[in-house]
């Protein structure tokens, strides 16, 4: 490109088929659609969840009202144990949901422990959430700390009938490999993924999708649908324009 370039923006929240170091190098402004919906992924999580329990135990369960569109707090869930791997934003929206189904207890794990967390959320460490949750939902964005927490041994700590939901973290909290195992062995009952590396493709995604349990969720980005897309396009051009007149502003004023 040109010494010109001012902006590059994408429509897509991840910038991995960008040169973000260059960028900064020459100056150049990034714009990005703005993050994901935490309701959104909430309840992307939930669907994951009731369609898992749903196949796995061959019967219906009622968890959603559909006259109101409300979730319903005498659930199955009622004796249930839910663990939280990342406490930000998406994993309170989570919890929220699961708190809202009247679960028996919440665990959550983070870098440290989250000010004012939801009533009934208790924050411990990785080895005791993953030995006594029934539920644990993955709802971490990719770490170094977090990258691969999932594996071999971690699978053997977990309860045999534990449910492994991961919506959030772009596939890097697990070793899939390791997973693929622990499915096939029934060391874990099963695993909800709506995850992909960066590149878009899912790491054992073969052999993972002839097991029974295991189940792929399409990732929706909120510009899939025309609406959605109008308005994801309209806050990034917003934002190539604002980022256009500051880089005016700033010439003029150096003049």
């Known amino acids: 490109s040109g010494s010109g370039l001012c902006v590059v923006a994408t429509l897509s929240e991840d910038t991995h088929h960008i040169d973000v170091e260059e960028c900064q190098r020459r100056g150049i402004e ?12 909430a ?9 898992t329990l749903e196949d796995q135990e061959q019967q219906k369960f009622d968890i959603f009202d559909l006259n109101s569109n409300t979730l319903k ?4 869930l009622c004796e249930k144990t839910v663990g939280i791997i990342g406490y930000g934003y998406v994993g309170q929206a989570v919890a929220q949901r699961f708190l809202d189904l009247g679960v028996k207890d919440m665990l959550y794990n983070d870098l440290c422990v989250v000010k004012n967390p939801q009533p009934r959320a208790e924050f411990t460490n990785f080895e005791r959430l993953v030995s006594e949750s029934d539920i644990i939902c ?17 699978f053997k700590k977990m309860k045999k009938d534990a449910i492994l939901l991961d919506s959030y973290s772009n596939g ?13 062995e029934k060391r874990i009952c099963a695993a909800g993924l709506d995850v992909r590396d960066v590149n878009r493709t899912h790491p054992f995604k073969t052999n993972l999708s002839a097991l029974n349990n295991c189940y792929y969720f399409p990732f929706k980005e ?34």
């Open 30 to 41: 990034l714009v990005t659609l703005p993050k994901m919906s935490k309701d959104t992924v």
């Open 43 to 51: 309840n992307l999580t939930m669907g994951i969840l009731r369609q």
């Open 73 to 76: 707090s005498d659930s199955l």
């Open 138 to 154: 993955i709802c971490c964005k990719a770490l170094t700390q977090k990258s691969h927490l999932f594996q071999k041994d971690a």
């Open 172 to 184: 890097h909290a697990i070793n899939y490999s390791d997973l693929y195992n622990a499915l096939r």
């Open 222 to 255: 909120c510009n899939h649908t025309w609406d959605m897309r109008s308005a994801a396009s309209e806050s990034v051009a917003r934002a190539v324009v604002s980022a256009l007149r500051l880089g005016r502003n700033s010439e003029q004023e150096e003049r």
